[in-house]
């Protein structure tokens, strides 16, 4: 594919860094990574992040933290992790946990959260020379026409249209981004995924909205302005587009991360089928069970790719 010509050609011996494509960057004395509370003159970036070959991103901080917690473990790294700290603890826009080589991170809800992340968190990866990091957003989402808690694994990443495309603002021109992820990574983890009992999972396209309400077509907002036939058919269309979910950041996650030479991938979990229900009534139990579901896939994952059977 087009994708893995463009990462050959930037490879260096056999060696796939993180590059920026900004020919600004390299000529700054200083790089603050504001958000993150990190910086190039601050922090010797290279040796705190130079080993990273898996990030993992999802929305809630907290559920990051456990991630990381929970990756403490399945590492069979040495104590319980409990003293485990925020490398952005010096700013609550996001957090940030190292065990070992994967970093977990939170992104925040939606597209301009997660954006400003990747900026920074793109930047710190080729500040500290990593290469070869494999980044997984896990996360949740709405099912179409699927059963609550399976696992989604993207193809594709499209928007309301159902076009494979995000359209990034720049200036006040309107510039069209390609939302394609690494397949054969998505192969991998659907492999993985048949290797857990009682884990269903399935690969398909996932719809990235900018509003969780009237975006995904809800009829339990502050506003709604059309009738429950028009959410359902516009649902149906997208089912039959290929669309197997909804969620609110995979279409710039896809975009920025396959223009910077990280291989990207999309695990989601779904809390409800939008063909039956807009509210989350799950209980807490519940709630927590499918949201580990993406988790366990990735440790899995991990796991096997570091050679830990
Ligand atoms: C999934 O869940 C969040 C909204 O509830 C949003 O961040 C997303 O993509
Ligand atoms: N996250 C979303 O973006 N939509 C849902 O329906 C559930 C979680």
């Known amino acids: 594919s087009s994708r893995s010509m463009r990462r050959d050609k930037n490879a260096y011996n056999g060696k796939r860094f993180v590059h920026v494509k900004n ?5 700054m004395e200083e790089d603050i990574l504001y958000h993150l509370d990190l910086g190039t003159k601050t922090h010797n970036l290279p040796a705190m992040f130079g080993d990273v070959k898996f990030v993992c991103v999802g929305g809630s901080a907290k559920r990051m933290k456990a991630f990381a917690l929970f990756m403490h473990k399945e590492l069979g790294l040495e104590g319980g992790g409990e003293d485990i700290e925020d490398i952005c603890a ?18 925040g809800m939606g597209i ?6 990747l ?10 020379r990593c290469c070869d990091v ?10 179409i026409g699927i059963a609550p808690g399976s696992v989604v694994i993207t193809d594709t990443a499209v928007d309301s249209f159902f076009k494979p495309q995000f359209e990034q603002v720049i200036l006040d021109n309107v510039v069209t ?17 048949k290797e857990i009992p009682n884990f269903p999972t399935l690969i398909g396209h996932t719809m990235c909205t900018y509003d969780f309400y009237e ?13 429950r036939e ?7 269309r997208a089912y039959k587009a290929g669309v197997r979910n909804i969620e609110m950041e995979s279409t710039v996650f896809a975009a920025m991360c396959g223009l910077c030479g990280l291989k990207a991938a999309v695990v989601c979990v779904t809390l409800l089928d939008r063909l039956d229900s807009d509210q989350i009534n799950l209980s807490h139990d519940v709630l927590v069970e499918y949201q580990q579901r993406p988790q366990l896939l990735i440790a899995k994952f991990i796991r096997k790719q570091l050679g830990l059977r």
């Open 23 to 27: 020919p600004y960057l390299d000529a």
């Open 215 to 227: 975006g995904q077509g809800r009829l339990d907002g502050a506003l709604c302005t059309f009738s």
């Open 134 to 143: 494999t980044i997984i957003r896990i996360g949740t989402s709405g099912g």
């Open 230 to 236: 028009k959410k359902l058919d516009y649902l149906k």
């Open 112 to 117: 301009p959260s997660i954006s400003i992340m």
């Open 90 to 107: 010096g700013t609550d826009r996001y957090c940030m946990f190292k065990t070992g080589p994967v970093l977990s991170i939170s992104h």
């Open 119 to 128: 900026h920074e968190l793109i930047k710190l990866l080729h500040h500290a």
């Open 177 to 193: 981004r390609n939302t394609e992820l690494d397949k054969e990574l998505t192969e991998e983890l659907f492999t993985c995924s």
